[in-house]
């Protein structure tokens, strides 16, 4: 027979979840309108990142680093000072290989410093192809031996941007991962990325003109 305080955990057990259960259907999660939907990657509509603040009064998509095993995400923003800094260095050699000159760099074995290494292959378009706040994403993975297992699938382009500038980064970016790959990876980092999504979007904020931009 259960006891009176078994009874009373059981019920106030029920209680709890109920009013979780509440409190949660009273939250206008589904009322945003579609311009502040949170970004998906298979989403066609205009979307915002992520994002929460303490003076934000309403439902916030917190956005936190993907765990492993999921989408690995990396923002690539282009400035007016990292394109000077990246076509200085644009035809450099190959990230994590032997870049230097004849000095061998240490294989990459960590997320991070991969992504240092795709961030450093990145020289977008020229300013007269370009568009400013052009948002550019692609999806693709890694195999063992660096090299990518397949065509990048691109699943965002900025929805007003002209097809010629949506072909310029198409360019920029295959040129990048051209310039990249193959990445030298450790063996246990070879192991752990085999295989693994991978979604990189570029972002320019460079100083074009009013001319071109993206709004």
Not at 187 to 206: K, L, S, T, Y
């Amino acid at each position: 027979m259960p006891s009176l305080r078994d009874a009373i955990v059981v019920a106030g057990a029920i209680g709890l979840v109920a009013a979780v259960a509440s409190g949660v259907a009273a939250q206008p999660l589904n009322k945003l309108p579609p311009a502040r939907a949170p970004c998906n990657l298979l989403s066609g509509q205009p979307c915002h990142p992520s994002f929460c603040s303490l003076s934000h009064k309403g439902p916030c998509f917190p956005q936190y680093g993907a765990p492993f095993g999921e989408n690995l995400q990396l923002t690539i923003i282009s400035t007016d000072a990292t394109d000077a800094a990246g076509n200085a260095t644009a035809g450099g050699g190959k990230a994590g290989g032997d870049a230097g000159g004849g000095t061998e760099q240490k294989p990459l074995d960590s997320i991070g410093k991969m992504f240092a290494a795709l961030r450093a292959c990145w020289v977008p378009p020229p300013k007269q192809d370009a568009l400013h706040g052009m948002e550019y994403t692609i999806r693709f993975a890694f195999n063992r031996d660096g090299n990518v297992m397949a065509p990048p699938l691109v699943t965002y382009a900025t929805h007003s941007a002209p097809a010629q500038v949506r072909d310029a980064y198409r360019a920029a970016v295959k040129a990048a991962l051209d310039r990249c790959t193959p990445l030298q990876f450790s063996d246990d980092m070879a192991e752990a990325i085999v295989g693994q999504p991978i979604a990189v979007r570029f972002v320019d904020d460079r100083t074009i003109g009013e001319a071109k931009s993206a709004q």
